[in-house]
């Protein structure tokens, strides 16, 4: 009787797992099909001007400083108290 348990185990066992692995292999042609549909319909804007996005970097880079400057005038202030 065990014998035929572990039989039925090990049915149950390749339905499941192929279950799965059907369901997860249509999910990746679903979304790829997904994705060309939407970029079909809505493509990426081309960014028309370089110099803009110089612009951002830099604020962030300024940005980025002064984040690190606050963070260091603290420790020197925070080291001074002690």
Same mark, same amino acid.
């Given at each position: 009787? /065990?014998i035929n348990l572990i039989?039925?185990?090990?049915? $149950?066992?390749?339905?499941?797992?192929?279950?799965?692995?059907? $369901? @997860?292999? @249509?999910? &990746? $042609? &679903?979304? /790829?099909?997904?994705?060309?549909?939407?970029?079909?319909? $809505?493509?990426p804007k081309k960014e /028309?001007?370089?110099?803009?996005?110089n612009s951002t970097s /830099? @604020?962030?880079?300024?940005?980025? @400083?002064?984040? &690190?400057?606050?963070?260091?005038?603290?420790?020197?202030?925070?080291?001074?108290?002690?």
């Amino acid at each position: 009787m /065990e014998i035929n348990l572990i039989a039925e185990s090990v049915k $149950f066992l390749i339905l499941g797992m192929s279950t799965v692995f059907m $369901f @997860l292999v @249509l999910m &990746v $042609f &679903v979304l /790829e099909l997904q994705s060309k549909i939407i970029m079909k319909f $809505f493509p990426p804007k081309k960014e /028309e001007d370089s110099t803009a996005c110089n612009s951002t970097s /830099e @604020l962030s880079r300024n940005g980025n @400083l002064a984040v &690190v400057a606050a963070i260091a005038a603290s420790l020197k202030s925070y080291k001074q108290s002690k």
